[in-house]
């Protein structure tokens, strides 16, 4: 029995079962190359992988392996497979055609490699990027970093009535009644280590700390060896 061109063996009815080298097999004929959605796999045509469930086919697969897409022929390429959208953790890439590409590694979700839209791991959402803290100038407020109100406000908090509290003010700005003003007002005193005026201690109108007084209220003198101010006469 003479098979037809390309054939090495074949039945009766003269359909190939085995092409000669270089050539594929599909439904009985030796061909060049399969068709679209199809790859060799021992020399046979065998279809790419196809999602029943959304209907989702593949155009090119893998040579040898049916089950890892190379090029969807509908949806979206993800880690070998098709999808309607792309799931979780990947966002369609518009630098390539139909594909998707994968998050920053921070990001739960995002819209691009360089903006997040959700964050995983207890990481807080801030400008498109997933932190561990928020930075400065900001407080966490319902699992976003928002801005301090406070203007000049380095660092702020949160009071358990959800009142914005500013705690340190950038410099040069000091601290005091929750604003960051250029420098502290009369009876108080400048704290270089928080960077805030503090009052002066009861009848001190000028002082250099809680404990000494320069100048007193009228009607209250100056008590040189403790430094603060009583009522009385010298």
Do not use: A, W
């Not at 400008?127 to 561990?132: F, H, I, L, M």
């Not at 009142?163 to 000091?174: A, D, E, G, M």
């Amino acid at each position: 029995l003479k098979c037809e061109h390309g054939c090495r063996n074949c039945n009766n009815s003269s359909e190939c079962y085995i092409c000669n080298e270089g050539l594929v097999l599909l439904n009985g004929d030796c061909l060049n190359n399969c068709p679209i959605g199809m790859t060799p796999v021992r020399d046979e045509c065998t279809q790419c992988s196809i999602n029943t469930l959304s209907d989702l086919y593949c155009n090119v697969c893998l040579t040898d392996d049916p089950n890892t897409c190379l090029k969807c022929g509908k949806g979206l390429l993800f880690e070998k497979t098709c999808h309607v959208k792309c799931p979780p953790g990947s966002y369609p890439d518009n630098t390539l055609n139909n594909k998707c590409s994968t998050c920053d590694p921070k990001c739960k979700t995002c819209s691009d490699i360089n903006t997040c839209t959700s964050c995983d791991n207890g990481l807080i959402l801030h400008n498109g990027k997933c932190e561990s803290n928020c930075p400065e100038k900001t407080v966490l407020k319902n699992d976003k970093c928002v801005n301090c109100e406070v203007e000049f406000c380095l660092t702020c908090s949160l009071t358990d009535s959800h009142i914005q509290k500013c705690n340190f003010c950038q410099s040069p700005f000091v601290l005091f009644n929750n604003k960051c003003i250029s420098e502290c007002p009369e009876g108080t005193f400048y704290d270089k280590l928080s960077n805030s005026c503090h009052h002066c201690s009861p009848n001190c109108s000028k002082c250099t700390s809680l404990d000494v007084c320069q100048k007193c209220s009228r009607g209250t003198y100056l008590n040189i060896e403790t430094m603060n101010c009583q009522i009385g006469c010298v």
